[in-house]
Nanobody, 117 residues
Framework: QVQLVESGGGLVQPGGSLRLSCVTS????????MGWYRQAPGNKRELVAS???????VYADSVKGRFTISRDDPKNTMYLQMNSLKPEDTAVYYC???????????WGQGTQVTVSS
């Protein structure tokens, strides 16, 4: 059974940092484009960052220069380093895996990130 398990969320003050992790199982991780999405209350789920099988990255304009996405294929794990956090970054962050050819995708359950003083 495919599983994507996020961790690393929590409460942090503005300007602080968090590192999210997404550990996967039962997929050939190195073949998947991986992504972080987020959804704040009342908002649609939006792409935060993605990383393809060649480690090419895409970032939302709102997080460029503050967030860094990375992947460790031998560990089947993806990361999101979040620095200079702002209150508007508050959301549930979801891990996503999408096969670039077959387009099947999988989601994690999400981890809450709250940025507040």
């Amino acid at each position: 059974q495919v599983q994507l398990v996020e961790s690393g969320g929590g409460l942090v003050q503005p300007g602080g940092s968090l590192r999210l992790s997404c550990v996967t199982s039962a997929i050939t991780f190195r073949l998947y484009t991986m992504g972080w999405y987020r959804q704040a209350p009342g908002n649609k789920r939006e792409l935060v960052a993605s990383i393809d099988v060649r480690a090419g990255t895409v970032y939302a304009d709102s997080v460029k220069g503050r967030f860094t996405i990375s992947r460790d294929d031998p560990k089947n794990t993806m990361y999101l380093q979040m620095n200079s956090l702002k209150p508007e970054d508050t959301a549930v962050y979801y891990c996503n895996a999408q096969h670039p050819i077959y387009r099947n995708e999988h989601w994690g359950q999400g981890t809450q990130v709250t940025v507040s003083s």
